[in-house]
């Protein structure tokens, strides 16, 4: 069987890496760029819900937020009809942030795609796409507690 998680986790390993040094200057964490971009592109989003945008257990999500939040990155406000809910919002600091993450993201994607035809990156999209959906229903499945059959 062809083994393309190797692949996939060398690219994304190779990509954070680069972005976590590129993005160091910016006081930016590790990984820390990945939820303050979902939080910007969707302004209001609860952790639950970020969570499963990610891919992500709500306690890596609670630690990443509440260092976005120290850092003056994110605020998080209560929700006017429910207060225990808290809405996370994106800091005029960390909007300033969001064209340059934004602009390495366009980079990697370029670099990545070098001698695809528009074709073929749209359709190694779509596999990549479809392979986490699959992937989605297991991680849904093990993070509920259950415990798959190899």
């Known amino acids: 069987m ?9 690219a994304s390993r190779a990509l954070d890496a680069m972005a976590n040094a590129e993005f160091k200057k910016l006081d ?7 939820y303050l971009v979902r939080i910007y592109e969707h302004p209001g989003i609860i952790a639950r819900d970020l969570a499963k945008l990610i891919l992500m257990d709500k306690t890596t999500i609670a ?10 990155l994110i605020v998080r406000r209560s929700d006017p009809a429910n207060h225990r809910i808290k809405r996370m919002y994106v800091t005029k600091k960390g909007a300033e942030l ?6 390495e993201n366009e980079h990697s994607n370029e670099v990545a795609l070098q001698g695809f035809s528009p074709q ?7 596999y990549l796409q479809r392979m986490r959906q699959n992937l989605e229903k297991d991680w849904d499945f093990v ?3 259950g415990q798959r059959n190899y």
Request: hydrophobic share 45%; proline share 2%.
């Open 2 to 10: 062809i083994d393309v998680l190797r692949e996939m986790g060398m």
């Open 28 to 34: 930016l964490a590790r990984g820390q760029f990945v």
């Open 63 to 72: 630690r990443a937020v509440a260092k976005l939040e120290k850092n003056g």
């Open 98 to 103: 969001y064209p340059f993450i934004i602009r």
């Open 120 to 126: 073929e990156a749209q359709q190694a999209h779509d």
């Open 143 to 145: 993070k509920a507690g």
